[in-house]
């Protein structure tokens, strides 16, 4: 069992926030913009400076080096970037061909010049990137803006097959309430200013 | 046989061209004549100045004059390279680098060459320190403000490339690696040029000086080789020091980029 736990987390002006994961979990974070919804997420990864506690099986960010940190509590930003010239230089390993499949990708992608990605495969490349790390928690800001309906059920999906497969846990922030019914369990609102509150159901 | 003397009105004479040509400017409406008056008005200012101090210090040699008059070049260095950047540290950041940079690699080459290879006794001996020093620290002067300057600028621009690096579990120093070897590059690029083109397109200011005072060209040359291989290593050695403290500043203990550090120079 794994347990990632956020205890009066405070970043930049925002918060307190808590919550609590346990193995496999997903929940869903709403608010409008500025509330800092992606400041969360930075703040969770130790891009950002924070205050309070998180623990990820017991353990402190602090614990360990800041680049180890963000291979087990990985950000998924909302606008992936891509600075070699072709797609797979960015992949440690390929990526397997049924995940690429899975999501809709030519199986022939990794030979790709980056200029020829459109935005939605660069959303979908760049989970297949995050997810070589084979992260604990995944921290996903507005994943699939770029994608149309059916892409972003695949998206979804194949985030849930890890949290079923490895027990990934997941915080999902997006706008769209119909996805946060789809993928999270469980949801918080946060208002302007970053006021933090569960929400009993998606409205 | 000595250089033959220019008195002061020879150099009144030699800006004769140059007024013509601040002439010819403003009659073809270039707004620069302005800037190069000043400017010839402070190379004359400047030279003099400089002039009337040293042959007061080659007079009365003295280590402590030689000691003053480095760290007045120290100076002067420091305030070049900050001023050529168009980020600098908050908290005088850039000062610190750039002075340590240029001590580090300027002082240690020049001492080097005082030491082991013109074995002029002593070995602080105005007449060689300050020209050597002058020369290696103008060099590493220029390498260490290209290169912090590139590395700041392309930080500042690939911002959400590093933190996307970042973001996938690349340390600080992977995440910036490529821009560190690009700053080394652009630091080192005018001194690798004129390393290449040495004596075939240029012929060196020194060695030009020292055949108009009646040297023997080889052993000019002599001096203009071993020259341009101290200012190539001051140079070298300056800018990677400093672009790897630098690069460091971009972060803090937790390997987050601190771009807020950076703060646009004025205008």
Known sequence: ?203 | MGVIALSWLDILLSALPLAALAGAFAWQRLGLGRAMLIGAARTFVQLALVGFVLKGVFQNAHPVWTLCFSLVMLGMGTWEVSRRQHRRFAGGGTVGLAVLGLFTAGFTVTVFALLALVGVSPWWSPQYAIPLLGMILGNTMTGIALGMDTLTQSAWKQRAVIENRLALGETAGESVAELKRESVRTAMTPIVNSLAVCGVVSLPGMMTGQILSGSDPLAAVRYQMMIMYLIASGAGFGSLLTIQLCASRLFDGRERLRLDRLLEAPK
């Open chain 1, 1 to 203: 069992m794994s347990r990632f736990e956020v205890k009066e987390l405070c970043y930049g002006g925002f918060g307190p926030v808590s919550f609590a994961l346990q193995t496999g979990e997903r929940i869903g974070v709403t608010g409008p913009s500025g509330c800092g919804k992606t400041r969360l997420l930075r703040a969770l990864a130790d891009l950002d400076a924070w205050e309070g506690q998180i623990r990820l099986d017991g353990q402190a960010p602090q614990a360990v080096a800041a680049s180890a940190w963000r291979r087990r509590v990985a950000y998924l930003p909302a606008e992936s970037q891509w600075w070699h010239d072709v797609v797979g230089a960015h992949f440690a390993a390929a990526p397997a061909a049924e995940d690429l499949d899975a999501l809709g990708l030519d199986a022939a992608v990794l030979a790709w010049p980056v200029a020829r990605l459109s935005s939605g495969e660069k959303q979908r490349l760049g989970l297949l990137r995050t997810l070589a790390n084979r992260p604990a928690v995944l921290l996903l800001d507005e994943p699939t803006a770029h994608l149309d309906a059916a892409r972003a059920l695949a998206f979804e999906a194949l985030v849930a097959d890890r949290g079923a497969r490895d027990g990934m846990m997941a915080v999902w922030v997006a706008h769209d309430p119909e996805q946060l019914r789809r993928v999270a369990a469980r949801g918080y609102r946060m208002a302007a200013g970053g006021v933090w509150g569960e929400v009993a159901s998606w409205a």
